[in-house]
């Protein structure tokens, strides 16, 4: 039973099918095979035009740059068209301000949107490659502490043998 749980365990890590074979057959494979992808330079050469742009706008609207820069253009826009300006472009209560704030904000959350949904596949894809790769490591290391049993029980039999020898 347990060499087909390995055996299915395999078929599952290296996306292959395998004919029964030993355990130290199944062993030699998990370790000659690797199993773990770069998953970014994977998402990097699966990425559109606009998924770059959504990715770049995503990290100029997230930064304290942009939010610096954002606060200093409102205050700007309110001190010339509330203060400096006779006749002001966009008089209080800023209604053209109001506009232009309303449509960065509809267009800028669909666009994170975008970019977090990618980034969520992308970690869905990294969890999955590092469960395979806990898996083989797993049971590579489950297979060397059998190999280490059967060696310690090697050794007690050739020490029980020499103890009967010198006993003789």
């Not at 300006?85 to 960065?104: K, M, Q, R, T």
């Amino acid at each position: 039973m347990k060499e087909i749980n390995k055996s299915a365990i395999v078929k599952m890590l290296l996306n292959q099918d395998i004919d029964k074979k030993s355990e130290e057959e199944l062993l030699d494979m998990l370790v000659d095979n690797p199993i773990s992808v770069d998953v970014d330079k994977m998402e990097e050469e699966s990425m559109t035009f606009g998924d770059k742009v959504a990715d770049k706008l995503t990290e100029i609207a997230g930064s304290w740059g942009f939010i610096i820069g954002f606060s200093l253009f409102l205050i700007g826009w309110i001190i010339l068209n509330g203060i400096i300006l006779v006749h002001a472009i966009d008089p209080f209560p800023f209604i053209l301000l109001n506009l232009v704030l309303s449509c960065v904000a509809a267009l800028q959350a669909p666009i994170i949107m975008m970019s977090q949904n990618r980034q969520a596949k992308k970690d869905s894809l990294r969890n999955k490659n590092d469960y395979k790769t806990d898996l083989k490591t797993e049971l590579i290391i489950e297979e060397l502490h059998d190999k280490i049993d059967e060696i310690l029980a090697r050794q007690k039999k050739i020490e029980k043998t020499i103890e009967t020898l010198k006993n003789k």
